[in-house]
Protein backbone atom coordinates (compact mmCIF):
# COMPACT_ATOMS: atom_id res chain seq x y z
CA UNK A 1 0.00 0.00 0.00
CA UNK A 2 0.96 3.31 -0.68
CA UNK A 3 4.41 4.14 1.12
CA UNK A 4 4.91 7.04 2.88
CA UNK A 5 1.08 8.09 1.68
CA UNK A 6 2.84 9.03 -1.64
CA UNK A 7 1.52 7.45 -5.04
CA UNK A 8 3.74 7.73 -8.25
CA UNK A 9 1.80 9.24 -11.67
CA UNK A 10 2.86 9.19 -14.77
CA UNK A 11 2.09 13.14 -16.32
CA UNK A 12 1.28 13.56 -19.96
CA UNK A 13 2.72 17.39 -19.88
CA UNK A 14 2.99 20.21 -22.47
CA UNK A 15 6.08 22.84 -22.64
CA UNK A 16 4.69 24.55 -19.55
CA UNK A 17 4.39 21.50 -17.60
CA UNK A 18 1.05 21.80 -17.38
CA UNK A 19 -0.95 18.44 -17.44
CA UNK A 20 -2.99 18.41 -20.98
CA UNK A 21 -4.18 14.71 -20.98
CA UNK A 22 -7.76 15.07 -19.65
CA UNK A 23 -7.68 11.95 -18.30
CA UNK A 24 -4.24 12.73 -16.24
CA UNK A 25 -6.05 15.78 -14.94
CA UNK A 26 -9.12 13.26 -13.51
CA UNK A 27 -6.81 10.64 -11.96
CA UNK A 28 -4.32 13.90 -10.43
CA UNK A 29 -7.94 15.00 -8.84
CA UNK A 30 -8.72 11.73 -7.84
CA UNK A 31 -5.32 11.08 -5.84
CA UNK A 32 -5.75 14.48 -4.15
CA UNK A 33 -9.43 13.50 -3.15
CA UNK A 34 -8.03 10.16 -1.76
CA UNK A 35 -5.27 12.64 -0.04
CA UNK A 36 -2.43 11.28 -1.21
CA UNK A 37 0.82 12.98 -2.20
CA UNK A 38 1.57 12.89 -6.00
CA UNK A 39 5.27 11.85 -6.84
CA UNK A 40 4.88 13.20 -10.67
CA UNK A 41 7.13 11.59 -13.53
CA UNK A 42 7.09 14.45 -16.13
CA UNK A 43 6.97 14.01 -19.79
CA UNK A 44 4.81 14.25 -22.89
CA UNK A 45 3.23 11.86 -25.62
CA UNK A 46 6.86 10.67 -26.94
CA UNK A 47 8.85 7.89 -25.09
CA UNK A 48 6.06 6.95 -23.12
CA UNK A 49 7.01 2.93 -23.45
CA UNK A 50 10.11 4.09 -22.28
CA UNK A 51 8.91 6.32 -19.13
CA UNK A 52 6.70 3.11 -18.38
CA UNK A 53 9.62 0.22 -18.36
CA UNK A 54 7.26 -0.85 -21.58
CA UNK A 55 4.08 -1.26 -18.99
CA UNK A 56 1.89 1.44 -21.56
CA UNK A 57 2.30 3.24 -24.23
CA UNK A 58 -1.00 5.44 -23.21
CA UNK A 59 -1.18 7.77 -19.65
CA UNK A 60 -2.56 7.95 -17.29
CA UNK A 61 -0.64 5.60 -14.77
CA UNK A 62 0.03 5.31 -11.21
CA UNK A 63 2.37 2.85 -9.15
CA UNK A 64 0.83 2.29 -5.42
CA UNK A 65 4.51 1.06 -3.86
CA UNK A 66 5.04 -1.50 -6.87
CA UNK A 67 2.03 -2.31 -8.24
CA UNK A 68 1.27 -0.49 -11.69
CA UNK A 69 -2.40 0.79 -12.78
CA UNK A 70 -3.44 2.11 -16.15
CA UNK A 71 -6.25 3.46 -17.04
CA UNK A 72 -7.74 6.23 -15.52
CA UNK A 73 -10.91 4.54 -14.59
CA UNK A 74 -9.29 1.71 -13.38
CA UNK A 75 -7.56 3.92 -11.11
CA UNK A 76 -10.30 5.38 -9.91
CA UNK A 77 -11.83 2.06 -9.25
CA UNK A 78 -8.46 0.60 -7.90
CA UNK A 79 -8.45 3.81 -5.47
CA UNK A 80 -11.99 3.21 -4.07
CA UNK A 81 -11.37 -0.55 -3.49
CA UNK A 82 -7.65 0.10 -2.15
CA UNK A 83 -8.45 2.33 0.13
CA UNK A 84 -12.33 2.13 1.26
CA UNK A 85 -11.76 4.04 4.41
CA UNK A 86 -10.63 6.89 2.34
CA UNK A 87 -13.60 9.56 0.75
CA UNK A 88 -15.41 7.76 -1.76
CA UNK A 89 -14.97 8.51 -5.46
CA UNK A 90 -17.42 6.61 -7.49
CA UNK A 91 -19.00 4.81 -5.06
CA UNK A 92 -21.53 2.56 -6.91
CA UNK A 93 -22.74 1.75 -10.36
CA UNK A 94 -25.23 4.44 -10.71
CA UNK A 95 -22.41 6.64 -9.95
CA UNK A 96 -20.00 5.47 -12.87
CA UNK A 97 -23.54 5.53 -15.43
CA UNK A 98 -24.28 9.40 -14.74
CA UNK A 99 -20.60 10.38 -14.53
CA UNK A 100 -20.26 8.56 -18.17
CA UNK A 101 -23.45 10.13 -19.69
CA UNK A 102 -22.08 14.04 -18.29
CA UNK A 103 -18.65 12.85 -19.42
CA UNK A 104 -19.60 11.87 -22.93
CA UNK A 105 -22.30 14.82 -23.82
CA UNK A 106 -19.70 17.13 -22.23
CA UNK A 107 -16.65 15.76 -25.10
CA UNK A 108 -19.54 14.93 -27.78
CA UNK A 109 -21.48 18.55 -27.94
CA UNK A 110 -18.94 20.86 -26.36
CA UNK A 111 -15.51 19.77 -26.61
CA UNK A 112 -15.87 18.54 -30.33
CA UNK A 113 -16.47 21.98 -31.19
CA UNK A 114 -14.08 23.69 -29.34
CA UNK A 115 -11.09 21.13 -30.89
CA UNK A 116 -10.85 22.80 -34.33
CA UNK A 117 -10.57 26.00 -32.30
CA UNK A 118 -7.47 25.26 -30.78
CA UNK A 119 -5.58 22.76 -32.37
CA UNK A 120 -2.37 24.77 -33.79
CA UNK A 121 -2.31 26.10 -29.90
CA UNK A 122 -2.09 21.88 -29.01
CA UNK A 123 1.13 21.69 -31.01
CA UNK A 124 2.62 24.65 -30.27
CA UNK A 125 2.12 24.33 -26.52
CA UNK A 126 2.91 21.31 -26.73
CA UNK A 127 7.08 19.80 -26.02
CA UNK A 128 9.17 20.17 -29.06
CA UNK A 129 9.63 16.16 -29.63
CA UNK A 130 5.97 15.87 -29.90
CA UNK A 131 4.82 18.56 -32.53
CA UNK A 132 5.38 15.86 -35.21
CA UNK A 133 3.32 13.69 -32.98
CA UNK A 134 0.71 16.12 -32.51
CA UNK A 135 0.48 17.47 -35.82
CA UNK A 136 -0.24 13.91 -37.49
CA UNK A 137 -2.64 12.85 -35.05
CA UNK A 138 -4.54 16.33 -34.78
CA UNK A 139 -5.40 16.94 -38.66
CA UNK A 140 -7.11 15.78 -41.20
CA UNK A 141 -5.29 14.77 -45.02
CA UNK A 142 -4.33 17.69 -47.05
CA UNK A 143 -5.17 20.72 -43.92
CA UNK A 144 -2.40 22.10 -42.00
CA UNK A 145 -3.19 22.77 -38.49
CA UNK A 146 -3.52 26.53 -39.08
CA UNK A 147 -6.08 26.23 -41.55
CA UNK A 148 -7.89 24.35 -39.22
CA UNK A 149 -7.58 27.10 -36.41
CA UNK A 150 -8.26 29.81 -38.78
CA UNK A 151 -11.23 32.27 -38.08
CA UNK A 152 -11.85 30.79 -34.56
CA UNK A 153 -13.52 34.56 -34.00
CA UNK A 154 -16.00 33.22 -35.82
CA UNK A 155 -16.77 30.13 -34.42
CA UNK A 156 -15.88 30.35 -30.21
CA UNK A 157 -18.57 32.35 -29.80
CA UNK A 158 -21.30 29.98 -30.95
CA UNK A 159 -20.14 26.99 -28.60
CA UNK A 160 -20.55 28.36 -24.55
CA UNK A 161 -24.75 28.29 -25.60
CA UNK A 162 -23.89 24.01 -25.80
CA UNK A 163 -23.05 23.84 -22.30
CA UNK A 164 -26.62 25.32 -20.59
CA UNK A 165 -27.40 21.78 -19.38
CA UNK A 166 -24.53 22.00 -17.43
CA UNK A 167 -25.77 25.32 -16.03
CA UNK A 168 -29.03 24.19 -15.63
CA UNK A 169 -27.91 21.31 -12.77
CA UNK A 170 -25.52 23.49 -11.17
CA UNK A 171 -27.93 26.29 -10.07
CA UNK A 172 -29.43 24.26 -7.39
CA UNK A 173 -26.28 21.87 -6.29
CA UNK A 174 -23.05 23.27 -5.41
CA UNK A 175 -21.19 20.02 -6.89
CA UNK A 176 -22.19 17.43 -9.56
CA UNK A 177 -21.34 15.16 -6.77
CA UNK A 178 -23.66 16.53 -4.40
CA UNK A 179 -22.89 18.52 -1.43
CA UNK A 180 -18.87 18.05 -1.84
CA UNK A 181 -17.10 17.06 -5.09
CA UNK A 182 -16.63 13.46 -5.99
CA UNK A 183 -15.57 11.90 -9.65
CA UNK A 184 -18.15 13.05 -11.92
CA UNK A 185 -17.06 16.98 -10.97
CA UNK A 186 -13.25 15.99 -11.59
CA UNK A 187 -14.24 14.22 -14.65
CA UNK A 188 -16.34 17.02 -16.18
CA UNK A 189 -13.71 19.77 -14.75
CA UNK A 190 -10.63 17.87 -16.96
CA UNK A 191 -12.26 19.01 -19.80
CA UNK A 192 -11.97 22.77 -18.82
CA UNK A 193 -8.66 22.25 -17.46
CA UNK A 194 -7.60 20.96 -20.59
CA UNK A 195 -9.20 23.67 -22.61
CA UNK A 196 -7.48 25.93 -20.14
CA UNK A 197 -3.97 23.98 -20.46
CA UNK A 198 -4.26 24.24 -24.31
CA UNK A 199 -6.28 27.20 -25.42
CA UNK A 200 -4.52 30.61 -25.75
CA UNK A 201 -7.76 32.55 -25.96
CA UNK A 202 -10.21 32.71 -23.50
CA UNK A 203 -13.54 30.41 -24.48
CA UNK A 204 -16.02 31.75 -22.05
CA UNK A 205 -17.41 35.23 -21.15
CA UNK A 206 -16.39 36.54 -17.82
CA UNK A 207 -19.98 36.42 -16.55
CA UNK A 208 -20.76 32.86 -17.60
CA UNK A 209 -22.80 31.05 -14.56
CA UNK A 210 -20.85 28.35 -14.72
CA UNK A 211 -17.29 30.37 -13.39
CA UNK A 212 -18.38 29.33 -9.59
CA UNK A 213 -18.18 25.69 -10.27
CA UNK A 214 -15.44 25.92 -12.26
CA UNK A 215 -13.41 28.55 -9.92
CA UNK A 216 -13.96 26.40 -7.10
CA UNK A 217 -12.85 23.02 -8.55
CA UNK A 218 -9.78 24.82 -9.70
CA UNK A 219 -9.11 25.97 -6.51
CA UNK A 220 -9.32 22.42 -4.79
CA UNK A 221 -6.34 21.01 -2.94
CA UNK A 222 -4.08 23.48 -2.17
CA UNK A 223 -0.44 22.44 -2.93
CA UNK A 224 -1.59 19.02 -4.19
CA UNK A 225 -0.12 19.93 -7.44
CA UNK A 226 3.56 20.92 -5.75
CA UNK A 227 2.52 24.71 -6.72
CA UNK A 228 0.49 27.73 -5.02
CA UNK A 229 -2.64 27.32 -4.91
CA UNK A 230 -5.28 24.74 -5.64
CA UNK A 231 -4.50 21.74 -7.95
CA UNK A 232 -6.11 23.41 -11.20
CA UNK A 233 -4.20 26.79 -10.63
CA UNK A 234 -1.12 25.60 -12.47
CA UNK A 235 0.84 28.64 -13.72
CA UNK A 236 0.67 27.40 -17.30
CA UNK A 237 -2.93 27.40 -17.54
CA UNK A 238 -4.24 30.36 -19.59
CA UNK A 239 -7.49 31.91 -18.69
CA UNK A 240 -11.00 30.35 -19.89
CA UNK A 241 -12.65 33.22 -18.74
CA UNK A 242 -12.96 36.82 -21.27
CA UNK A 243 -14.21 35.72 -24.03
CA UNK A 244 -15.52 38.85 -26.09
CA UNK A 245 -18.71 38.93 -28.26
CA UNK A 246 -19.31 41.07 -31.06
CA UNK A 247 -22.77 41.73 -32.47
CA UNK A 248 -24.60 39.44 -34.27
CA UNK A 249 -22.81 36.31 -31.78
CA UNK A 250 -25.41 34.74 -29.89
CA UNK A 251 -26.19 34.78 -26.04
CA UNK A 252 -23.70 32.90 -24.19
CA UNK A 253 -26.02 31.14 -22.02
CA UNK A 254 -29.80 31.51 -20.58
CA UNK A 255 -30.92 35.00 -18.67
CA UNK A 256 -33.29 33.12 -17.14
CA UNK A 257 -33.46 29.75 -15.45
CA UNK A 258 -35.48 27.09 -16.83
CA UNK A 259 -39.53 27.06 -15.15
CA UNK A 260 -41.94 25.09 -15.31
CA UNK A 261 -42.47 21.24 -14.40
CA UNK A 262 -38.90 20.98 -14.83
CA UNK A 263 -37.73 23.09 -11.90
CA UNK A 264 -40.34 23.34 -9.82
CA UNK A 265 -41.48 20.42 -7.16
CA UNK A 266 -45.57 19.75 -6.88
CA UNK A 267 -46.10 20.67 -3.15
CA UNK A 268 -50.36 21.33 -3.58
CA UNK A 269 -52.25 23.49 -5.76
CA UNK A 270 -50.59 26.54 -4.38
CA UNK A 271 -47.26 25.71 -5.74
CA UNK A 272 -49.06 24.46 -9.48
CA UNK A 273 -51.86 26.67 -9.97
CA UNK A 274 -49.79 29.83 -12.04
CA UNK A 275 -48.22 27.30 -14.09
CA UNK A 276 -51.90 25.78 -14.77
CA UNK A 277 -53.71 28.63 -15.52
CA UNK A 278 -50.64 29.84 -18.29
CA UNK A 279 -50.99 26.43 -19.83
CA UNK A 280 -55.18 26.96 -20.03
CA UNK A 281 -54.90 30.26 -21.23
CA UNK A 282 -52.33 29.29 -24.06
CA UNK A 283 -54.96 26.90 -25.17
CA UNK A 284 -57.34 28.48 -25.03
CA UNK A 285 -55.67 31.29 -27.03
CA UNK A 286 -54.00 28.87 -29.85
CA UNK A 287 -57.41 27.49 -30.18
CA UNK A 288 -59.48 28.23 -33.38
CA UNK A 289 -62.42 30.87 -32.48
CA UNK A 290 -66.02 28.98 -33.00
Given at each position: MARDNRITLYDL??????????????????????GFQIDIVPGGFTGIMQRTNGKSERLPVIVDDGKWVLDSWEIAEYLDSAYPERPTLVGDKKTYVATRFIENWLWGNVLREWMPNIVQDYRDMS?????????KTRSPPGKTLEEIQAGREDRLPLVPPKLELLRTTLRESKWLGGDSPNY??????????F??????????????????WIDRGFDLYPGAGGHVGGLGRHPGLHPLFGLKLRPGDPEPFSK????????????????THAET???????RESSPAS
Amino acid sequence: MARDNRITLYDLQLRTGATISPFVWATKYALAHKGFQIDIVPGGFTGIMQRTNGKSERLPVIVDDGKWVLDSWEIAEYLDSAYPERPTLVGDKKTYVATRFIENWLWGNVLREWMPNIVQDYRDMSLDVDHEYVTKTRSPPGKTLEEIQAGREDRLPLVPPKLELLRTTLRESKWLGGDSPNYTDYRALAVFLFMAAVATTPVLTDDDPIRGWIDRGFDLYPGAGGHVGGLGRHPGLHPLFGLKLRPGDPEPFSKAPVGGGLAKRNTGPDSTHAETEMLQRRMRESSPAS
